[in-house]
Structures are given as C-alpha cells and as structure tokens.
C-alpha cells in the first residue's frame, strides 16, 4: 500500500531542485559546474541590512512573532507600495511569510476549493500547478509563445474560463521567460478576469527587476476592482539578494489576508524574527544597491542574449525582467553524442550537466517542452565560459542515424 497521499504524489518534486541536486553531487566529485539553474542573486545582503540583524541578534530579538508579522514590517511594506505604486494598505491587509513561495502557498490553500480550476499559462514557475493540485484545485494549463512574448492574451483567457474557474496565478515580470505585462497589457486582461470575478494571485517578486526603461505595474494598481481582487505576492529576496531570510509577502483585501493568516498559523506559525527586522531596513533604507544590481543583470541579459543568438538553431525571446532567458533549443533533439541520444529538454539539460559542466533547468518543468532556462545570476565571467561550454558540447552533436530497413 502506498503511503503517500494522492494530492503530493500528483504534485511531485521541483524540478529546479532536483537539477540542483545532481550539480551538487558533480560537485562534491570535484568537477566544477557553473550553475546557471538556481534563481537567486549571487550578489551579497546589503551591508546595513546585515548590520540591522546584527543588532536584532545582540538585543536577543530571537522570540516569536505575530503570526501575519511585525506591525513595523507591515508599515514599511505598504510604505513601499504607496511610494512606488500609489497602492494603499492597511495593517490588516499585509502578511508576512516565510518566503514569497509560502505567500502563494498560503493564497493557494486559501482561496481554492476542492475541484475549483485554477487558470495558468505556460510558461509558469515549477511550483505553481503543484500548489494547486496541494489545494484540491485543478490547474488549467494555458500555453503562451515567443511570438506573443509569452503573454497569456485576453482572448486565451476567455476561452480558458468556466462556471469552476476560480482564480489566475499571474507572474510578472516572469519566471522562466521574463515575460512582462504592460498597463496596457495588464488592464486587457483584467478586464476578462474580473468580468469573471476571478481571483488574481498576482506573483511579483520580481517586480524591480525589469530592463530596458520598461515601468512595471502592479496588477492590483489597474482599478479599484482589481486591487480588491488581487493577491499581490513580493518578497525581499530577488529585491535585495535575501533568498536564504525567507522574507516573503502579501497584500490583499483582509478577508483574503485572513484566510492566509489561518493557514499559516498551521504551517508556520510566521517568519523568523532576525530575518522580519533586517526587511524592515531593506525597505526603508536607501534604494541604490538596488538600481546598482538591477544595471549588473541588464549587462548580463544583454551579452547572455547575444551569444545564445549566434548559436546556430538557438531563438530566444528578449525577457524584459527577472534574471533568467528561456531560449528554444529543439533544434537540438533528435541528436546525439556517443550513443547518448538528446530527445527532450531534459536530456538536453543532462547533456549540457554531463558535456559541458553547465547547469540549466529543461523547459518541461515549466510546461514548454522545447526550452531550457538559463539563469544570469552569476557573474559575466562564468556566462562567457558557460556558453563557450556549451557551444561546444552542442558541436559535438550529430543527428541519430535512422537504422535502414531492408
């Protein structure tokens, strides 16, 4: 008899995880790998943020909190909210999690009834069909393309929606393809969704990392019907290279913020406290390191961008945030190279782990089987070599010989 529930059996294991582990154990067997799969900044915490927890520590500020937060981190969130996006929260309408990934956890379990379907385009984070399907939900999978920037369009939308849709998971800017969503974009979508009177949960984490002098909106700053229908979901951890403080939250009318505040006082019981005092210095303290990072990771995009482009076959969409590009590589299966054969995303990314030392993530993960991410959250001088790996691995490649039949 299988002792696992039927729910976290269907969920399985996260794919960007698994990668993970398989280039630690190279690792450890002394080959070098150049990791280009985790999302997370290789820049390090703000100094004063540091120093903030330093002085949480010495005060011995080590108990437990309340369960939706720190009212100081909550003021210093919707402080943010206003000064950069003239949205407006109270107290009640701010949680604090550990992680935005429990954020949307929380919004998951609470908002999602069992056997209500959930609208997500591909490509889409590991983890959001997994959440839903954790919920009892039904994720309906919609499938976006390159040539529409990966943006779920409003005619997809409407024809995604039934009597059972109850919410739309929205990430923007995106994770794999960073995909982002102009107001333009935003309120045309919105307005099938909230025709609808979907829930939005409106994953945003990525929200200052967008290039090329594009203004990011959020989707709850559309109209007074979308702010009380959204869940927006932050964090501090792509913002401020705090990925291992798992500081994550979310703003929402307060009965949605309630519901999230039962589930977590269940599997959490809140955010560590260390960690809630440095974020409240990340938000209120000075913003530079931020531009200073954001201007790195353009120059990354940019160059990354160019040498995938001169790979024979490779096409790959321009992402306008985050700090991942999700180029096409099928040109690529149905190949091989001694006898190993590359049929699917995830041998390519094998392939790349095994040949060329480089660790990537394979499109099937996301729901787009063609493709692979490609993190640039490392430095410009392990791009270069990763592609310069890469690119000749991928020489190395023939097509399978067909067996003749007589």
């Not at 997994?130 to 039904?138: Q, S």
């Not at 490609?374 to 410009?380: C, D, E, F, G, Q």
């Amino acid at each position: 008899m299988n002792r696992i529930s039927q729910r976290v059996q269907s969920a399985g294991f996260s794919t960007t995880m698994q990668i993970a582990a398989l280039a630690f154990q190279l690792q450890s067997e002394g080959i070098k790998i150049i990791n280009l799969n985790v999302g997370e900044p290789d820049f390090n915490t703000p100094e004063n943020v540091k120093n903030a927890a330093h002085v949480a520590i010495d005060k011995n500020f080590t108990k437990y909190t309340p369960n939706a937060g720190l009212a100081d981190l909550k003021d210093a969130i919707i402080k943010r909210l206003k000064t950069d996006y003239d949205l407006s929260y109270t107290r009640d309408e701010i949680i604090i999690s550990p992680g935005a990934k429990n954020s949307m956890y929380n919004a998951c379990m609470a908002v999602i009834n069992p056997g209500d379907e959930v609208i997500i385009p591909t490509p889409y984070w590991v983890s959001y069909p997994a959440m839903v399907k954790l919920a009892a939900g039904v994720p309906v999978i919609v499938p976006t393309f390159a040539n529409d920037g990966f943006r779920l369009t409003p005619a997809q939308l409407e024809q995604a929606i039934t009597p059972r849709t109850r919410a739309l998971i929205l990430n923007n800017p995106s994770n794999p393809a960073g995909t982002f969503y102009t107001r333009k974009d935003l309120i045309e979508l919105l307005n099938v969704a909230l025709a609808a009177n979907l829930i939005i949960i409106a994953d945003e984490v990525y929200e200052k990392l967008v290039y090329d002098g594009l203004k990011f909106i959020p989707a709850a700053a559309i109209s007074a019907k979308a702010k009380a229908n959204t869940v927006h979901i932050s964090g501090v951890s792509k913002t401020y290279a705090m990925t291992g403080w798992r500081i994550g939250y979310a703003a929402a009318s307060n009965d949605l913020i309630a519901g999230m505040n039962v589930v977590q006082s269940h599997n959490t019981s809140g955010a560590t406290s260390i960690s809630q005092v440095a974020s409240i210095e990340a938000l209120n303290g000075p913003q530079d390191y931020v531009k200073a990072m954001l201007a790195e990771f353009q120059k990354r995009r940019d160059y990354l961008l160019k040498r995938l482009r001169e790979i024979p076959g490779i096409t790959c969409h321009p992402a306008s945030g985050a700090f991942y590009l999700f180029p096409d590589f099928s040109v690529y299966f149905n190949m091989e190279f001694e006898g190993e054969r590359i049929m699917n995303s995830a041998d390519m990314v094998y392939y790349l782990l095994k040949h060329a030392h480089v660790a990537t993530v394979p499109g099937s993960g996301f729901g787009a089987e063609n493709y692979i991410r490609l993190a640039y959250a490392t430095s410009l001088e392990n791009i270069e070599t990763a592609l310069n790996q890469i690119e000749a691995a991928l020489k190395k490649l023939s097509p399978i010989r067909q067996l003749e039949i007589k």
